[in-house]
């Protein structure tokens, strides 16, 4: 019997499921024994390149997945065109490229999903790394599950939808604005494939399907858990001033350790917020063999502390580095990574650190390395030592 549905603007409350089939998010006896069963909101992400279909299928598919939604982080990129200066989006070639795009598009689907519950189809093309960590990473952060899919025709044919789209009439330059801008996108598309998309989102091959049949493919993938939930640590964000122990490991050639964090853009320090009641340089020594694998017996010792002000969304707080000595071949060949938090780890030269580190984390970095050196420790204020002689 087909599910019976009530349909109110872009929700859609469906009776009964896709053909009867159960979401992991159900609940109830149709759950399959044995899965892994998640409660609380998902957010089913449909990615592609531009052209590939990706709202239109989104539109067939909250009519397929019970008590969803669809988002559509476009109405955010409309409503920066009011908020922004004209100079402001004239500055950047794409909207993601700004902070407070994604930071909205973070915002307005945690508090859509408060709202109203159940699923959010969010379509949208997310092609640079970085930002599929600051985003999924501050859904985590959020206790938000996200589902990644990926809608993949051949470029043969993603190239014939982009020709045959339609472009608004009204808009001045439109062919020029729209299709041709879709068209260089490919080449980034290519990258992101090439680099970390496919192993990230599940792909479905859309060169042959409609939308509705992409749409009961992304449903069929969910249900099933073919399409898994991203695995993605849920750090709860800070809501006041945080103190943070990150530890600087070095290899046999006196090289520090750096580590890619999957719920975050940049290279970071290993390391993590100290919980309540706990010492700092133990929260260090816990972050280091949650997220390494590698086990520091001794206690480390402390280089730094830096002071890092408030700059809104984040609050701000105390970074404390401390040293955690120097580390074998043997040992170094015993880094857990990837995993749920990291992606990837290198050891690198204070001179590769800075094209990895942003510039007040790199400036602490210097300030620890020369307290390593010197055998004293180090007071910064955002990145700068105070009170002391100047890091050289």
């Known amino acids: 019997m087909a599910p019976v549905t009530r349909v109110t603007g872009h929700r859609r409350h469906c009776v009964g499921g896709l053909n009867g089939i159960w979401f992991p998010w159900q609940g109830g006896a149709g759950k399959p024994q044995g ?16 052209g590939a279909g990706k709202t ?18 476009e109405v955010i990129g409309g409503a920066l065109a009011h908020l922004l200066p004209p100079k402001r989006l004239a500055d950047v070639g794409d909207l993601q490229d700004l902070a407070i795009w994604r930071r909205l598009v973070v915002d307005t689907a945690a508090a859509m999903l408060a709202e109203l519950g159940g ?32 809608l993949a025709p051949a470029e043969t044919i993603l190239r014939e939808r982009i020709g045959t789209r339609e472009v608004p009439p009204d808009l001045p330059d439109a062919e020029i604005r729209v299709r041709q801008w879709s068209y260089d996108q490919i080449e980034p598309y290519r990258t992101a494939l090439a680099s970390w998309l496919t192993a990230d989102a599940h792909p479905i091959d859309t060169s042959a399907l409609t939308p509705y049949e992409t749409a009961v493919r992304i449903a069929e993938a969910v249900s099933t858990g073919t399409a898994p939930v991203c695995d993605i640590v849920q750090t709860p964000e800070p809501t006041g001033e945080t103190v943070a122990s990150g530890v600087l490991l070095f290899d046999e050639q006196d090289r520090v350790l750096l580590v890619d964090p999957t719920y975050k853009a940049g290279w970071e320090f290993p390391g993590g917020v100290v919980e309540r009641g706990e010492a700092p340089a133990r929260a260090g020594m816990r972050e280091v063999a949650e997220e390494t694998g590698i086990h520091l017996t001794d206690v480390p010792r402390l280089l730094v502390i830096d002071w890092e002000p408030p700059a809104p969304p984040g609050h701000g707080g105390l970074r404390l580095l401390f040293d955690g000595g120097r580390l074998d071949s043997v040992e170094a060949g015993q880094l857990l990574l990837p995993g749920p938090e990291l992606r990837e780890w290198r050891f690198v030269t204070e001179e590769e650190a800075a094209g990895l580190l942003p510039p007040v984390r790199y400036e602490r970095l210097r300030g620890a390395l020369r307290a390593r050196e010197r055998g004293a420790a180090l007071y910064l204020e955002v990145g700068v030592a105070v009170g002391q002689a100047e890091v050289e």
């Open 56 to 73: 239109t299928t989104a539109r067939e598919l909250i009519e397929l997945i019970p008590n969803s939604t669809l988002f559509d982080p």
């Open 119 to 150: 699923t959010l189809v969010v379509p949208m093309t997310l092609l640079r790394q970085e930002y599929r960590d600051e985003i999924f990473g501050a859904l985590a952060a959020r206790r938000i599950t996200v589902r990644h899919v990926l």
């Open 35 to 50: 899965s892994n069963r998640r409660g609380g909101n998902v957010i089913v992400w449909v990615n592609g390149a531009f």
